[in-house]
């Protein structure tokens, strides 16, 4: 069992800045953050890879989100800007326990463990 709880999020004007952060009891596997904007389905924002480091960013956030893991504190981050209103939604960390396949397309089915989110809206 593995959990995950986020926070950082908040309401920000467009064009700003947010650092998204999510704890986690056991930092020793793939980490993802997804975002589910209204009526739309969940998507993956961002993965980090636990075997070999690797960083994957969806489209639509690539050059403007990072994520990075602390280890010393089992703590992931997602470091945002250039915000915008689509960027809107409920923010969720989570991981895959699956040393073989891990988080490896970032894709929503993939993790086994979720936190229960952290809101974020961008005000145009």
């Known amino acids: 069992q593995v959990t995950l709880v986020e926070s950082g999020g908040g309401l920000v004007q467009a064009g700003g800045s947010l650092r998204l952060s999510c704890a986690i009891s056991?930092?020793?596997?793939?980490i993802g953050w997804f975002r589910q904007a209204p009526g739309k389905e969940r998507e993956g924002v961002a993965c980090?890879?636990?075997?070999?480091?690797?960083?994957y960013y969806a489209d639509s956030v690539k050059d403007r989100v990072t994520i990075t893991r602390d280890r010393a504190t089992n703590t992931v981050y997602l470091q945002m800007s250039s915000l915008k209103p689509e960027d809107t939604g409920v923010y969720y960390c989570?991981?895959?326990?699956?040393?073989?396949?891990?988080?490896?397309?970032?894709?929503?089915?993939?993790?086994?463990?979720w936190g229960h989110g952290t809101r974020v809206t961008v005000s145009s």
């Open positions: 989570a991981t895959d326990i699956d040393l073989d396949s891990g988080l490896k397309n970032c894709e929503e089915d993939e993790a086994d463990f």
């Open positions: 980090s890879r636990s075997s070999d480091s690797s960083t």
């Open positions: 056991l930092d020793y596997f793939d």
